[in-house]
């Protein structure tokens, strides 16, 4: 009779030392993850250094009263001082060339000169403004020239301030005005400002003087386009009643008279005559 097969012992046992031994190094993994943070001491904050003391400048002919004097360009206005006046004296310049020159009437002249010729768009606005430009350089040449000299320049080297240089500069400006202005829009212009009338000319002010002075211009300028106008109207009124004679009715008089406009305008030297008159104005 065969014995039945005894169960091994050895592998139960086995599997508990191989349990025990797992258990045993996952409690040393634990115990070293927990005494780690322990173990890393914290170290002290250091002390902040302590800030130092401003030093002052030493001021000369300051006696110690702590007062600092700060001079640029030795008397003389700076640079960006400058700069601010120039770029607000570019911000007005173009109310100023319109209003206190005479800029106004030459180019209301060439404007109604043009009108006249029956041509709306020949010269072009661009040259018309062109040579009103450089035509009144050319008339307020010695204002400005006087300006320059009894006002920017002193100015410039530091001895006049702002003020100073203003009251000085309007001077020459303020005369050629007086001088170019009818006394009728002066006195209209002193009556509307309600304010009471002067003892002289010379002490009119700015805001009453310029708008006198714009008024005389355009007046001016008027009479002069008006004396422009009548030989052009002449020459349409002929050439009209010519077509009308011929039965031509439906051919528009101003494209027939154009040619004579022009032809008498360059035979009697147009361009010279309404610049003499203009630059002759102003003596």
């Given at each position: 009779?065969?014995?039945?097969?005894?169960?091994?012992?050895?592998?139960?046992?086995?599997?508990?030392?191989?349990?025990?031994?797992l258990?045993?190094?996952?409690?040393?993994?634990?115990?070293?993850?927990?005494?780690?943070?322990?173990?890393?001491?914290?170290?002290?904050?250091?002390?902040?250094t302590?800030?130092?003391?401003?030093?002052?400048?030493?001021?000369d002919?300051?006696?110690?009263?702590?007062?600092v004097?700060i001079?640029?360009?030795?008397?003389?206005?700076?640079?960006?001082?400058?700069?601010?006046?120039?770029?607000?004296?570019?911000?007005?310049?173009?109310?100023?060339?319109?209003?206190?020159?005479?800029?106004?009437?030459?180019?209301?002249?060439?404007?109604?000169?043009?009108?006249?010729?029956?041509?709306?768009?020949?010269?072009?606005?661009?040259?018309?403004t062109?040579?009103?430009?450089?035509?009144?350089?050319?008339?307020?040449?010695?204002?400005?020239?006087?300006?320059n000299?009894?006002?920017?320049?002193?100015?410039?080297?530091?001895?006049?301030?702002?003020?100073?240089?203003?009251?000085?500069?309007?001077?020459p400006?303020?005369?050629?005005?007086?001088?170019?202005?009818?006394e009728?829009?002066?006195?209209?212009?002193?009556?509307?400002?309600?304010?009471?009338?002067?003892a002289?000319?010379?002490?009119?002010?700015?805001?009453?003087?310029?708008?006198?002075?714009?008024?005389?211009?355009?007046k001016?300028?008027?009479?002069?386009?008006?004396?422009?106008?009548?030989?052009?109207l002449?020459?349409?009124?002929?050439?009209?009643?010519?077509?009308?004679a011929?039965?031509?009715?439906m051919?528009?008089?101003?494209?027939v008279s154009?040619?004579?406009?022009?032809?008498?305008?360059?035979?009697?030297?147009?361009?010279?005559?309404?610049?003499?008159?203009?630059?002759g104005?102003?003596?």
């Amino acid at each position: 009779m065969a014995s039945s097969p005894v169960p091994a012992r050895g592998v139960p046992f086995a599997r508990r030392v191989g349990l025990v031994l797992l258990l045993l190094a996952l409690a040393g993994v634990v115990l070293a993850v927990l005494a780690g943070p322990a173990s890393a001491a914290p170290t002290a904050p250091t002390a902040p250094t302590q800030p130092t003391a401003p030093t002052v400048p030493a001021v000369d002919g300051a006696a110690g009263d702590g007062g600092v004097d700060i001079s640029i360009g030795g008397g003389s206005p700076s640079t960006s001082v400058t700069l601010i006046l120039a770029i607000t004296v570019l911000s007005v310049a173009p109310a100023v060339l319109l209003l206190a020159t005479s800029f106004t009437k030459i180019v209301v002249v060439l404007s109604l000169t043009r009108n006249a010729l029956g041509m709306q768009s020949s010269p072009p606005n661009t040259v018309l403004t062109g040579i009103a430009l450089f035509l009144t350089l050319f008339v307020m040449g010695p204002v400005f020239a006087d300006v320059n000299e009894t006002a920017v320049q002193p100015y410039l080297d530091g001895q006049m301030t702002v003020s100073q240089a203003y009251d000085a500069g309007v001077v020459p400006l303020k005369g050629f005005l007086l001088d170019n202005t009818r006394e009728d829009e002066l006195k209209l212009m002193v009556g509307l400002s309600g304010e009471e009338a002067p003892a002289d000319e010379e002490s009119v002010s700015m805001t009453t003087l310029v708008p006198a002075f714009v008024l005389s211009e355009l007046k001016s300028a008027f009479i002069i386009g008006l004396v422009v106008f009548i030989p052009f109207l002449v020459l349409d009124m002929l050439v009209s009643a010519a077509l009308m004679a011929m039965g031509m009715m439906m051919v528009p008089p101003a494209i027939v008279s154009l040619p004579f406009k022009l032809l008498l305008f360059v035979v009697v030297d147009g361009w010279a005559l309404i610049t003499t008159a203009l630059v002759g104005s102003y003596g």
